[in-house]
């Protein structure tokens, strides 16, 4: 069982999971990511470019600058 202080569970429906199986794939040509890791690496890739596709750099509910 997974350290609970550490890990975290999240719930995904069917066509999300299969959308990222299929990044899992792609995003390191050669290496197949779990779903873990393609989720962590999405992730940060995000953080580390707010301003790609679909962000415009506010915080929707407060419209603060993120």
């Known amino acids: 069982m997974a350290d609970v202080t550490k890990y975290r569970n999240i719930s995904l429906n069917h066509s999300t999971y299969s959308r990222l199986d299929k990044l899992s794939r792609s995003i390191t040509p050669g290496i197949r990511l779990s779903i873990s890791k393609t989720v962590e690496s ?6 580390s470019n707010p301003h790609k596709q679909g962000t415009n750099g506010y915080d929707d509910k407060s419209k603060n600058k993120i």
């Not at 999405?42 to 953080?47: A, G, Q």
């Open 42 to 47: 999405l992730v940060s890739d995000r953080e």
